[in-house]
């Protein structure tokens, strides 16, 4: 096994020797344009898009691993461009149209879904206990990471924000429409 790089495009997710750039496996799961991120978590590599599936890849196979490496699927609350989040145990999805969704990580069970009346080309990312996703209109949607849905809070940044925040030292970078924000000490 060990490090593998993993790429996603129509139709296969792909993982390769990082040192001699050989192809290790693939399992063909997705269609159309791909855009989200594949992620690892709780063993797995998951890959996703809008028109097709998430997928739960088991890594460290040979060859075409379809049929042998895919432990389950799910077809509710696919993104079109935002890529997956994880703590491990459970696995969220921002869909464009502001579906939320919440699955189980071992066996793809649907824990939760929610419809925010927003919409989404932020990925979610966790920080602790929280799950923050910001939505086209600049709304910072902050959830509880949680076999529950829960909304903590939002926070309006002030402007529309189509991109992804980063968390780095304490702190949360957040580019917006006209604005590049640093928000902390």
Known sequence: EGE???T???PF????????????????????????????AGGFVFACNIGAELCAIRPGGQGNVTESA???????????TTSPASDGELLFLA??????????????????????????????????KRLYVM???????????GRAFREVATAPLGEPANSSPAFVGGRVYIRGKSNLYCIGQ
């Not at 997710?13 to 594949?38: F, K």
């Not at 086209?136 to 949607?141: D, I, K, L, P, Q």
Request: some cysteine; overall charge negative; hydrophobic content about 40%.
């Open 4 to 6: 593998e790089i993993i």
């Open 95 to 128: 869909a464009s149209d502001g579906m939320m969704t919440c699955y189980d990580v071992k066996d793809g069970t649907k824990v939760w879904e929610q419809y925010l009346e927003a919409q989404f080309r932020s990925s979610p990312t966790i920080v602790g």
């Open 70 to 80: 895919i432990a389950w699927r799910a077809m509710e609350g696919m993104p079109d």
């Open 8 to 10: 996603c495009a129509n």
């Open 13 to 40: 997710v792909i993982a390769y020797d990082p040192a001699t750039g050989a192809e290790r496996w693939r399992a063909e799961c997705l269609s159309g344009d791909v855009a989200p991120t594949p992620i690892y």
């Open 135 to 145: 939505d086209t209109e600049g709304v910072m949607h902050v959830l509880e990471v």
